[in-house]
């Protein structure tokens, strides 16, 4: 069974950075790109950010770009989220996601396969 596990979320204030992890279990960690959403109260579910298997490509979404960094390690089978420069707009809960079919699709919510129960983000002003 295919499990992933986030932690690391918390409350911090504006200005501040977190980093989130993302332990994989069931399944092989380096054959899957893995990404990282979010949903903040009352919104759709967004992307935040993907690395490839080989961690040889990156991708974040447009109001994360410069603040969130991404990595993996692959013999640890974790994925991180380094996120910096926190702003209340970015209180959510933060999901991460592996199994997606192609990197192409790396961005949309549906072309992944297993989930997270999520991580509380709360970034107070």
């Known amino acids: 069974q295919v499990q992933l596990v986030e932690s690391g979320g918390g409350l911090v204030q504006a200005g501040g950075s977190l980093r989130l992890s993302c332990a994989v279990s069931?399944?092989?960690?380096?054959?899957?790109?893995m990404g990282w959403f979010r949903q903040a109260p009352g919104k759709e579910r967004e992307f935040v950010a993907a690395?490839?298997?080989?961690?040889?490509?990156?991708a974040y979404g447009d109001s994360v770009t410069g603040r969130f960094f991404i990595s993996r390690d692959n013999g640890k089978k974790t994925a991180y989220l380094q996120m910096n420069s926190l702003k209340p707009e970015d209180t959510a809960v933060y999901y991460c996601?592996?199994?997606?079919?192609?990197?192409?699709?790396?961005?949309?919510?549906?072309?992944?396969?297993?989930w997270g129960r999520g991580t509380q983000v709360t970034v107070s002003s």
């Open positions: 996601a592996a199994g997606i079919r192609s990197w192409a699709m790396r961005s949309t919510e549906r072309s992944y396969s297993n």
């Open positions: 069931g399944r092989t960690f380096s054959d899957t790109a």
């Open positions: 690395i490839m298997r080989s961690a040889s490509s990156t």
